[in-house]
């Protein structure tokens, strides 16, 4: 066997071992999360002008809604208007939240969900890098937000992502929590058609 030949197998081989890597790494994101009947561990956050949020206080008084987000995540942009809607709908009888986590795609480095290089979608004077401060990921929110005319409240995860990785099915996971604490609806990639009719179906028993 030739060298060339020899050489083009390793790199073959090579360019598969670490799409497969990147697979796996991006399903194991995937199969992180909250299950089911879990309940909610405490968590505090604060919303991008510093306020702390502690979420087992907010469910004393009602169920929440926990979507995860990140502004260079294209699925998380496409679901923005969705639910906004939702949350005109039933802001009053449930609570709502946006987690954001990293970047999903930022333009500087590799995923932190799937360890890929990937394109954001966002024009190039609206693409961001992952930050590297707690600062420069609230700065980041606060563009998301007024470009995306967000009205959600969003809390921003610390750097050690902890809860990304309490939370983190997906780039754009949601879960659905009830006044207990618990889950009882997960979505491992958001879908606003279903959130909705769990949100009906949880409405007409706490009224």
């Not at 005319?149 to 949601?174: C, F, H, Q, W």
């Amino acid at each position: 066997m030739s060298r060339v030949r020899i050489l083009l197998i390793l790199v073959l081989f090579v360019t598969g071992f670490k799409a497969a890597l990147a697979q796996g790494q991006h399903r194991r994101a995937q199969n992180r999360g909250l299950s089911i009947g879990e309940r909610l561990p405490e968590i505090e956050l604060k919303t991008i002008d510093g306020k702390t949020i502690d979420l087992q206080d907010v469910l004393k008084e009602r169920p929440v809604v926990l979507e995860t987000g990140s502004y260079t995540c294209p699925v998380f942009r496409s679901h923005v208007r969705g639910m906004e809607k939702l949350y005109q709908e039933f802001k009053d009888r449930v609570a709502f939240f946006i987690v954001y986590t990293p970047e999903a795609h930022p333009r500087d480095v590799p995923s932190y969900f799937s360890g890929r290089m990937m394109k954001s979608r966002l024009s190039a004077d609206k693409d961001k890098d992952q930050a590297r401060s707690y600062e420069e990921r609230v700065d980041t929110a606060g563009s998301c937000i007024a470009d995306m005319r967000i009205t959600i409240p969003v809390l921003v995860d610390n750097m050690n992502n902890e809860v990304t990785e309490l939370l983190g099915t997906a780039p754009n996971a949601a879960y659905l929590i009830d006044q207990n604490g618990k889950i009882i609806a997960r979505y491992g990639w958001l879908d606003v058609s279903a959130l909705e009719q769990d949100l009906k179906a949880l409405s007409s028993v706490t009224r």
